[in-house]
């Protein structure tokens, strides 16, 4: 059973940077497509990054791409959001995922994984 514990989030001005961190335990027995996923109050939710367990090639919604990194540490124990110069429109819930992994569906615009964490509130406001 794959287990997901984000923390990391919290209030930041526009402009700011927070890091995201994921400790995920259980995701060993076979390969995984790790993601954070957002979901804003009364918007569906959005994928926003992935990355396969062991690495490889990473994927970014437009909308943060160049401004946010996903990664790992080495083990494979913790993955991890890098955000700067934050924007009011990232406020949202931030969640880390887990799903089986299949190429052609670990991407960042996919929010269908089997495993999720429960969240970490990220807010940037002036």
């Known amino acids: 059973q794959v287990q997901l514990v984000e923390s990391g989030g919290g209030s930041v001005q526009p402009g700011g940077s927070l890091r995201l961190s994921c400790a995920v335990s259980?995701?060993?027995?076979?390969?995984?497509?790790l993601g954070w996923i957002r979901q804003a109050p009364g918007k569906e939710r959005e994928g926003v990054a992935t990355i396969p367990t062991g690495g490889g090639i990473t994927d970014y919604a437009a909308s943060v791409k160049g401004r946010f990194t996903i990664s790992q540490d080495n083990a494979g124990n913790t993955l991890y959001l890098q955000m700067s110069d934050l924007k009011p429109e990232d406020t949202a819930m931030y969640y880390c995922?887990?799903?089986?992994?299949?190429?052609?569906?670990?991407?960042?615009?996919?929010?269908?994984?089997?495993?999720w964490g429960q969240g970490t509130q990220v807010t940037v406001s002036s």
């Open positions: 259980g995701a060993t027995d076979r390969k995984y497509c």
């Open positions: 995922a887990a799903g089986f992994y299949h190429w052609w569906a670990c991407v960042a615009r996919s929010t269908d994984f089997n495993y």
